[in-house]
């Protein structure tokens, strides 16, 4: 038994390249996106769509642009099983850097924003639409907000055209009870969308949330080869497929690009369960901390760490 | 909000022993003993009582037998907040080989068994409780055995005066759907009884699988330092603790002992999430295969192992 709405987005450039600056090979590249597309995965989001304006090529691999020529090196000539994304951040993009859709390769945006800032993703969510767009809004945050917030920006989401919207546990500190609670409050809120799920696996809980999710009804799935994505990492592609029953996936793909290529790549650049990120997920706290901590040549007393966290987290 | 009837029990040296033959010097399990009692932690089971006829010294550390010289050589001097547990593996022990409560200085005996064993079990434990101890029973690989021979076994523990069992995820193979759906088996089959869990990270499931045991109203339960154990490894101790409300625990003095002693342990000897142990997990197999490819000295073709194992695993 499978549920044949169910769609997968893997975003290993995207979220993977967090950590790297993008600063992935071509090869890389093509290669995770021949194994995704073998897997049956139905969306690969490639990177963000940014501005020239706001980043340096020299310090962010093509990922963080997504350029038609960067893309078009990478899939030519390939099979295409897939639709391809791409992650715009509100305040990172301008709307006239996206071409219309009739000039892309790309087939969805995916609008990145935090609640104060829902009337501007919206905004360029409808502009994408109008230019030919699959979109979707990725709410970020949302463990950090007053739930009053919240309720205004799902609000104004159920009055907009955007058909899907995603539940993002950006800093890995939801329990299966706050997935539960907010799939309910997002489906009751935004009757007739479909609903997604981005997870975080600071407390190891980003592939069990998202199948909470599963069973709350949504069917917009995230995931990351091997959980690679930035801190603790996302929900593991791997063990999605595996868990989805729907005969289309296959995840011997995705077994052998980890032994090729993603094994070798965590032995340099270490995403995962790390206690400096556990910290940060269960103090609901951005993992930028724990970024800094693991970047260190050592790592600092974390018993330290944890009290100045937790003595800097306001109690309300 | 905290459940006071639920009690947390360390198996970082019973189950993590089974990695490295229970070689742990004794400072560094007077360090763990130390660090459990500050946590709060209610019992540490510090490893297994076996008789020496079955083992030998020479391969397996202290921690396989569990003497009472070897546990007051822990001991000796420190605070006790905390009870002290053993387990004993059907088959690998005799009754006469433990000793009476009065002359020990462990509070308690958890009998390990498989279902088609456990008469076995329910005799052990009878004696073990005749003679003064706490006394549990943990069903082992019950993902493996058909419901019929499960529900024998659990109607056979009902009948007995056994006051504590165990629901054991002996491959990491669960879901929540399966520990939702045993959850309330063993709840219904065992009236008037204590429920606990052990859960395996094969699929990243332990901690999860334990909140959700919980949930369904399950208070012993099994964690493990760093999730230090055979194979992916168990539920990290330090996440449970953080979940549970109860101020009675205090995650500081694990997270000092993790980077003390986990973190440089675990560079050298590693348990946790691995692609062998995920596909024996998502294959419900026992994970002695995935060990073998984890212990070789380059990792094995996975995808050929992927296939392997599934073929050789019966599909019925």
Redesign the interface.
């Known amino acids: 038994m499978f549920r044949p709405q169910i769609k997968v987005l893997d975003c290993t450039i995207r979220d993977g390249g967090l950590i790297n600056h993008w600063q992935f090979s071509d090869e890389f590249v093509r290669k995770v996106f021949i194994a995704l597309s073998r897997a049956g995965v139905d969306y690969m989001e490639i990177g963000y769509k940014s501005s020239e304006k706001y980043f340096c090529r020299k310090e962010n691999g093509a990922w963080k642009f997504c350029t038609e020529e960067d893309i078009k090196r990478i899939i030519g000539g390939a099979e295409m099983n897939m639709k391809l994304s791409a992650m715009a951040d509100i305040g990172r993009i301008e709307a006239e850097d996206i071409l219309p859709k009739s000039e892309s390769v790309l087939d969805m945006i995916r609008v990145a924003c935090y609640a104060k800032e829902v009337d501007k993703g919206i905004s360029l969510a409808h502009q994408c639409m109008d230019k030919g767009y699959e979109v979707t809004i990725n709410l970020m945050a949302v463990s950090k907000v007053l739930e009053s917030e919240l309720d205004e920006a799902l609000n104004d989401l159920s009055k907009s055209n955007v058909p899907v919207v995603y539940l993002v546990d950006s800093f890995g500190a939801m329990?299966?009870e706050q997935i539960h609670f907010l799939a309910k409050k997002y489906s009751e809120a935004l009757p007739g969308k479909d609903l997604g799920i981005h997870a975080h696996?600071n407390?190891?809980?980003?592939?069990?949330?998202t199948?909470?999710a599963i069973?709350c009804g949504i069917n917009r799935i995230d995931a990351t080869i091997y959980g690679m994505g930035r801190g603790a990492g996302n929900c593991?592609l791997?063990?999605l497929l595996?868990?989805l029953k729907n005969p289309k996936f296959d995840?011997?793909p995705i077994?052998?690009i980890?032994?090729e290529l993603f094994?070798p790549m965590k032995a340099k650049m270490e995403w995962?369960?790390h206690?400096p990120y556990?910290?940060t997920g269960?103090l609901n706290e951005h993992p930028r901390s724990g970024m800094k901590a693991m970047a260190a040549e050592t790592?600092p007393?974390?018993?330290q760490f944890?009290?100045d966290l937790k003595d800097n987290t306001p109690l309300d």
Chains 1, 2 share one sequence.
């Open positions: 329990y299966s696996n407390q190891q809980l980003a592939f069990s949330n199948v909470d069973i593991p791997e063990l595996s868990f995840i011997r077994i052998e980890i032994q094994i995962g369960y206690i556990m910290i269960i790592l007393d974390l018993g944890y009290d």
